[in-house]
């Protein structure tokens, strides 16, 4: 890339995009966005209140829930100012400083995530293959063992990636191409020699994102091979029905994310806005999803939301 080259400690502004090319459609994306994030917050926010307050969900399948609500609230705060201000006032500037921080945490809570619906399946794999010894297997010191490892391992991983950029000199147009910062986004400005974090990007990704989805593919291969003994077809739809959340929350994360990386190999055959819109639903629709699929799956968040709402049980 041409142009002036700058240091990290006097870089301009970073221009953030919106849309490209769809100019027009940027007040209706700005109202789609808005409706994705207040239902976002919201269910999040309702998931915990109803776990907290009712009793019988004070179990090891619910902490991970609501450390999964936990995350999905950081994801979608940590990408609020940015779209808030590129969206509805227009506001399409970043600082280098401002732009390592949002990397921090939108990179945070989507190892997060991933670390989370892991060990979401080990629950499943445990409560359908060794139903007996559930209550000794996932004790409530083990389950918190289990969630604080996630969260110091995804710390671990993504805290040298702003370091790692800081040392880097950048050229002049530095545009990015989504409305916050993305590692992947920001890792094609540069001017000089990228290769220690293009091979520390390549090392994380695998590491986490393809040890979590094979031994998540593995679980689900010895629930099924479990299921597959049953011998009355009702129980066995009953069976598989109790992980039928979680099967929808790995989908939801991980297609998204394919679809991101498909979008980013196939950049010169597809426009910059389909591009931005699949990394537009990897960041939006499993935060919105999550809650609204739990909420319809497990009776006691629904008729305790219901009571909440209506003041009635579904």
Not at 280 to 295: A, E, G, K, Q, R
Request: charged residues 10%; glycine residues 4%; positive net charge.
């Amino acid at each position: 890339m041409g142009g002036k080259s700058h240091s990290s400690s006097e870089l301009p502004p970073f221009p953030l995009t919106g849309l490209p090319g769809q100019e027009t459609s940027q007040n209706w994306m700005f109202l789609l966005l808005g409706i994705l994030y207040i239902v976002s917050i919201v269910g999040n926010a309702l998931i915990l209140f109803i776990i907290k307050d009712v009793q019988s969900l004070h179990q090891p399948m619910y902490y991970f829930l609501s450390l999964l609500s936990v995350n999905d609230l950081g994801v979608s705060f940590s990408t609020l100012p940015t779209v808030l201000a590129t969206f509805c006032f227009h506001l399409r500037k970043i600082s280098f400083d401002f732009c390592m921080a949002q990397i921090f945490f939108i990179h945070l809570f989507s190892f997060m995530e991933s670390g989370i619906l892991l060990v979401m399946s080990f629950d499943c794999y445990v409560a359908i293959c060794n139903p007996l010894r559930y209550a000794t297997v996932l004790t409530d010191a083990r389950v918190v063992h289990m969630g604080m490892a996630v969260i110091i391992c995804s710390f671990c991983v993504v805290f040298p990636l702003p370091f790692l950029l800081k040392r880097l000199s950048f050229c002049k147009a530095n545009i990015l191409s989504h409305a916050y910062c993305l590692h992947p986004d920001l890792i094609r400005l540069p001017c000089g020699d990228i290769t220690i974090n293009n091979i520390f990007g390549q090392f994380i990704v695998i590491s986490n994102f393809g040890v979590d989805s094979a031994l998540i593919l593995l679980s689900y291969m010895l629930i099924l091979r479990s299921v597959l003994t049953i011998t009355s077809r009702e129980e066995r739809l009953k069976t598989l029905d109790t992980c039928g959340s979680h099967m929808c929350a790995v989908l939801m994360f991980y297609v998204p994310m394919v679809g991101v990386s498909m979008a980013a190999h196939y950049e010169r055959h597809a426009p910059q806005y389909m591009h931005t819109l699949m990394s537009l639903i990897y960041l939006f629709v499993p935060p919105m999803l999550n809650p609204v699929i739990y909420t319809i799956k497990t009776k006691e968040i629904r008729q305790r939301l219901c009571k909440i709402l209506l003041g009635t049980k579904f």
